[in-house]
Each structure stands twice: as C-alpha cells, then as structure tokens.
C-alpha cells in the first residue's frame, strides 16, 4: 500500500465512523425535541450530579497516577505536582481532541522540554501511558465478555460462548504481561524500532488494578446521569466498554457521534432516547468540556507565572535536567 494512501486511511476511516454513527443517531432521536432532552437534564437529582462529578476527579486523578507510574518505571525523578500538572493537561487535551499521541504527546512534550527532558524521555512516558491504556482495552473487554457473554449476546450477532471465547482471548495477553513481570522483570525486548521493558509486578499489578478502577468510574459517571434503572450497573459497564472501543476504533475526536450512538442503540430499550440524549450531554460536559476549561486556565496561569519570572529575573530560568536511578 503507497505511504500516502497509509496516511489517508485513518482519517477516511474516521469519517465513515462519524458519517454512520449521525446517520444512526438521525434514525434514532427523529421524534426527540430539544425540550424533551432539556427536561432530562434538569430532572437528574443534585446527589446523582455531585456523585458524577466526584467521579470525574477521581478518574483524572488515576490518570495523572499512570504517570507517577511510568517515572517509577523508568527510574525519573520529577516533583509530583509537576508529574500531575503535565498528565492532567495532557490527558484532557488527548481525550477532548483525539488523536492523543499527537495532541497530548505534543503538550507534555511542551512542558517536560522545560523542565529539562528531552524527546527521549517524553517518548517512553508517552509510550508508558499508551501501553497502560490498551491494558485498559484488553482487561475490560475480556471480562466485560467473560463475565456478561449471555446478556451480551442480547445485542451482539453471536453466541454467548463465542463472546466468552473473545473475552477469553482478549484476557490471555493481560495475563502474560503479569506473568512477565514476575517472571521476567526489568528484561528489555526490541521488536523493530519498538522497545518494550517488563516492569517489575507490583508496578504492572498496579497498571492493572488503576485501569479496572477507571472504567468502573468512568462508566458509572455515565450511569449516575441515567435514572434509575432495571439494568445491573455489571451489565452497563459492559456496554460502556463496547461503546468506548467503538470510539477508539473510530479514532474520532473524544468519540463524538460514534460512543454517542452505540451507547443509544444498546440502552434504548431500558430508557427512553430523550433521556439518554441527556445524559450523554451532561456526560461530555463533566467529563470533557469541564475538565478542558479547568487546563486552559491552569495552562494560561502556568504560563503567565512563567513570564512574570522570566522578566522578573532578567532572563529564562534555566531547566534542571531530570535525574535517573
């Protein structure tokens, strides 16, 4: 396949995900009116918001922890206001704007180059957060199919041992990688240009056990906004997990429209579209427009400290190289 042709299929693949998940989102909320979703919104009790909105926190704070994370893994040392300061912001970015090694990656790359790193070692954080994040997808999935696979086959076209089968599957690399790290920790293993170095086990358990608390969170967020329902809180992370791997497929920015319509089309027959359209609004103003607002103006302070002490002094305050071991 010619290099330019490899470059535009991600892109045009994004735009068929957009594409059909608005024309399934059209089929779907055609007889909704905005009042309807208004009312939605304005019925959700205050407890269930301010439960919600600790549960935004909660996942950007284990966020920022994968960070803390890969510095321990990669023996860095760097002040942890700064370790959260930078995962925050970059986080945020990343989830809003998509495309997170390039949004993100450029934003803490941004930040750490100031504080003394080079390219180097904002590529093995970088790369850190990505491997944690794809441990998300493969641990969440695969129980999200072992566990629920008979009530999952109510809304897949496949058999509930097939879909145990996958979780199954899905699950055996997870295992892997915690047996390595027993087995085989601080090994490095080259694979072309990738470099992958086994942490030791309390660091990949941690991995594991952060990623299963976030989805739990992260979901549960969306499942606070909902009224309450008949359908376990069990089997709704397992449709929030489809839907969020949908939207990473889709690689559309914060997976809007795609994660949107898959999450209509599993819940609707628990709970009317207007009032998920609700809650999917107030879900994307919690957990990306409020979190986004909140690093803009942490960014614009950072950078306005850093101006007034650079003038103040004179001259740019030099970075101190970061310290490894």
């Known amino acids: 396949m010619p290099i330019r042709l490899r470059r535009l299929l991600g892109p045009l693949l994004s735009v068929i995900f957009l594409l059909a998940a608005l024309v399934s989102m059209r089929d779907v909320i055609r007889e909704v009116s905005l009042g309807q979703v208004r009312d939605a919104i304005l019925n959700t009790p205050t407890s269930r918001l301010l439960l919600a909105l600790l549960c935004t926190a909660a996942v950007y704070g284990i966020l920022s922890v994968y960070d803390v994370l890969a510095f321990r893994y990669f023996r860095i040392r760097l002040p942890l ?25 450029s934003l803490r790359y941004r930040l750490y180059s100031e504080w003394g790193f080079n390219l180097s070692h904002v590529a093995k954080v970088t790369a850190f957060s990505v491997a944690t994040f794809i441990l998300l997808l493969l641990l969440t999935s695969g129980i999200g199919l072992t566990l629920n696979a008979h009530d999952l086959s109510l809304f897949l076209p496949l058999p509930s041992a097939t879909l145990r089968l996958i979780g199954i599957l899905l699950l055996t690399p997870v295992f892997l990688y915690l047996l390595s790290s027993v087995v085989l920790p601080h090994r490095t293993f080259i694979f072309r240009s990738w470099e992958l170095r086994v942490p030791n086990f309390p660091i990949a358990l941690g991995q594991l056990l952060l990623t299963g608390v976030e989805v739990a969170l992260t979901g549960s967020l969306l499942y606070l906004l909902l009224p309450e329902s008949s359908i376990p809180l069990q089997l709704f992370l397992s449709l929030y997990v489809l839907s969020q791997l949908m939207s990473f497929v889709s690689q559309v920015p914060s997976g809007l429209g795609v994660f949107d319509a898959t999450m209509m089309l599993l819940l609707r027959q628990y709970y009317g579209t207007s009032v998920i359209l609700g809650a999917l609004v107030m879900f994307r103003l919690l957990f990306y427009a409020l979190p986004l607002l909140l690093a803009l103006l942490s960014l614009f302070s950072y950078e306005v400290r850093q101006y007034v002490r650079e003038t103040g002094n004179g001259n740019t305050v030099p970075a101190v190289p970061p310290q490894e071991g």
């Open 81 to 105: 206001r700064r370790i959260m300061f930078a995962s925050f912001a970059g986080n945020t970015f990343g989830m809003t704007l998509g495309f997170a090694l390039l949004t993100g990656g």
